[in-house]
């Protein structure tokens, strides 16, 4: 590692990422309380400030941070870096600060703005600084491909001003372009930058998968990544083929994945060598969160539970929150654990999974008390915002109990 007092060392990034990760699960547990208690704030203006800092905060910026240490920490580029780290920490702290008091306005749009094009700058950065030999690995292909979803995502929020200023905020183009930016943002950029580095340990533990395999692995999960984004349109009740369309991506995206699971049972004596237990535990949930998502989005391909998910919120947030808190940030604390940036305890984990499951499992259950039309148990919210402020501290207790790498 170069010692130099300008470089930002990669554990500094990670627990700056998770300073944002604790933020956005305060304003998670307040989102939770707002039902249970008055309290004097924009219920809107905190969920903005919720998902901004959730997604932008803690997972772009741990993804960045991961695909850095990984590809370019031996390169002397950290000046560079850290001129764009902290680009993209003006940007977070801006949407920090207004986001709360003025939801989408003004500033918080220009720090939203400036944010895009700090991403921009870190796919140029990353795409023009990885090595020749590098660009010859599958992990880079996949890695590199979710960085063009990152920037595909991007036109959905750049349409925004003209949506408004044209239709204005009624229009389904809106809600449109905010499902846009969202579907790239996590099932293209978020997901498929986890399978690279994924992709990356398998190679950097020789562990081959043959080039025919993963071809087929690489397109089947990139057209359903493609043709999924249909089943974001469904709300607004367009032809069957769009149904077709949307079901035939989520049916390819489930055919990749498990194609996947099956390669690496084959070189299941292989695999056992590379993981500590913890860490295949880790791993097995991921995967099967992956497929339990995979299998929700083929059913809301169906007319009626796509409408369902329209017309009762939670399960759309049971679902957000199962990509999120489930597969996306378990999996970050899996590369955390294995590249030994931060080695996660077993206790504030196991509270962070139990937590998470109560909350999805009490989410899921109001939304079908809703379609049901049945009432909801006596102090439900006041449930769901315990747990939430449990998935809050086991997130405080990942970051102060870590093992010293």
Same mark, same amino acid.
């Given at each position: 590692?170069?010692?130099?007092?300008?470089?930002?060392?990669?554990?500094?990034?990670?627990?700056?990422?998770?300073?944002? =990760?604790?933020?956005?699960?305060?304003?998670?547990?307040?989102?939770?309380?707002?039902?249970?208690?008055?309290?004097?704030?924009?219920?809107? =203006?905190? &969920?903005?400030?919720?998902?901004?800092?959730?997604?932008?905060?803690?997972?772009? %910026?741990?993804?960045?941070?991961? #695909?850095?240490?990984?590809? %370019?920490?031996?390169?002397?580029?950290?000046?560079?870096?850290?001129?764009?780290?902290?680009?993209?920490?003006?940007?977070?702290?801006?949407?920090?600060?207004?986001?709360?008091?003025?939801?989408?306005?003004?500033?918080?749009?220009?720090?939203?703005?400036?944010?895009?094009?700090?991403?921009?700058?870190?796919?140029?950065?990353?795409?023009?600084?990885?090595?020749?030999?590098?660009?010859?690995?599958?992990?880079?292909?996949?890695?590199?491909?979710?960085?063009?979803?990152?920037?595909?995502?991007?036109?959905?929020?750049?349409?925004?001003?003209?949506?408004?200023?044209?239709?204005?905020?009624? !229009?389904?183009?809106?809600?449109?372009?905010?499902? =846009?930016?969202?579907?790239?943002?996590?099932?293209?950029?978020?997901?498929?930058?986890?399978?690279?580095?994924?992709?990356?340990?398998?190679?950097?533990?020789?562990?081959?998968?043959?080039?025919?395999?993963?071809?087929?692995?690489?397109?089947?999960?990139?057209?359903? &990544? *493609?043709?999924? +984004?249909?089943?974001?349109?469904?709300?607004?009740?367009?032809?069957?083929?769009?149904?077709?369309?949307?079901?035939?991506?989520?049916?390819?995206?489930?055919?990749? @994945?498990?194609?996947?699971?099956?390669?690496?049972?084959?070189?299941?004596?292989?695999?056992?060598?590379? +993981?500590?237990?913890?860490?295949?535990?880790?791993?097995?949930?991921?995967?099967?969160?992956?497929? %339990?998502?995979?299998?929700?989005?083929?059913?809301?391909?169906?007319?009626?539970?796509?409408?369902?998910? &329209?017309?009762?919120?939670?399960?759309? @947030?049971?679902?957000?929150?199962?990509? =999120?808190?489930?597969?996306?940030?378990?999996?970050? /604390?899996?590369?955390?654990?294995?590249?030994?940036?931060?080695?996660?305890?077993?206790?504030?984990?196991? #509270?962070?999974?139990?937590?998470?499951?109560?909350?999805?499992?009490?989410?899921?259950?109001?939304? /079908?008390?809703?379609?049901?039309?049945?009432? *909801?148990?006596?102090?439900?919210? !006041?449930?769901?915002?315990?747990?939430?402020?449990?998935?809050? @501290?086991?997130?405080?207790? @990942? #970051?102060?109990?870590?093992?010293?790498?």
């Amino acid at each position: 590692m170069i010692k130099n007092k300008m470089v930002i060392s990669v554990k500094k990034q990670v627990y700056l990422a998770f300073t944002y =990760f604790i933020i956005a699960a305060f304003f998670g547990v307040v989102l939770r309380l707002f039902h249970a208690i008055d309290l004097p704030i924009n219920y809107k =203006f905190i &969920v903005h400030t919720h998902s901004h800092i959730a997604l932008l905060g803690w997972v772009y %910026l741990i993804l960045t941070t991961l #695909l850095y240490h990984v590809y %370019l920490s031996n390169q002397s580029i950290s000046k560079k870096h850290r001129n764009l780290f902290l680009f993209t920490q003006i940007t977070l702290i801006g949407m920090l600060v207004t986001f709360p008091f003025q939801g989408y306005a003004l500033f918080s749009i220009i720090f939203s703005t400036l944010f895009l094009i700090a991403s921009y700058l870190f796919t140029w950065f990353f795409i023009t600084h990885v090595s020749v030999s590098t660009k010859a690995s599958y992990s880079y292909k996949i890695i590199k491909s979710a960085l063009v979803y990152l920037v595909i995502s991007s036109i959905g929020p750049w349409a925004l001003g003209a949506i408004m200023t044209m239709l204005g905020p009624l !229009s389904i183009w809106y809600r449109l372009a905010i499902y =846009f930016y969202l579907h790239f943002l996590y099932n293209g950029w978020m997901i498929l930058a986890l399978v690279g580095l994924f992709f990356y340990i398998l190679e950097n533990k020789k562990i081959t998968i043959n080039k025919k395999t993963f071809t087929s692995f690489y397109r089947l999960i990139n057209a359903g &990544v *493609i043709l999924s +984004f249909f089943l974001s349109i469904l709300w607004i009740e367009p032809s069957l083929l769009y149904n077709g369309l949307g079901g035939f991506g989520a049916l390819i995206q489930l055919i990749a @994945i498990v194609f996947l699971i099956c390669e690496l049972r084959s070189n299941d004596q292989s695999i056992l060598n590379i +993981f500590t237990d913890f860490q295949k535990m880790i791993l097995k949930t991921v995967f099967g969160l992956l497929v %339990l998502k995979m299998l929700l989005q083929l059913i809301t391909a169906l007319p009626y539970f796509a409408m369902l998910a &329209v017309n009762y919120l939670d399960f759309t @947030i049971g679902y957000l929150h199962l990509t =999120f808190l489930g597969i996306i940030s378990l999996s970050i /604390f899996f590369f955390l654990d294995y590249f030994q940036i931060l080695k996660v305890t077993k206790g504030p984990y196991f #509270l962070y999974i139990t937590s998470f499951a109560i909350t999805e499992l009490l989410i899921f259950y109001k939304g /079908f008390a809703s379609w049901q039309k049945i009432s *909801i148990i006596e102090n439900y919210y !006041s449930a769901l915002a315990f747990f939430s402020a449990l998935i809050l @501290i086991s997130i405080v207790l @990942i #970051l102060v109990l870590r093992k010293k790498a």
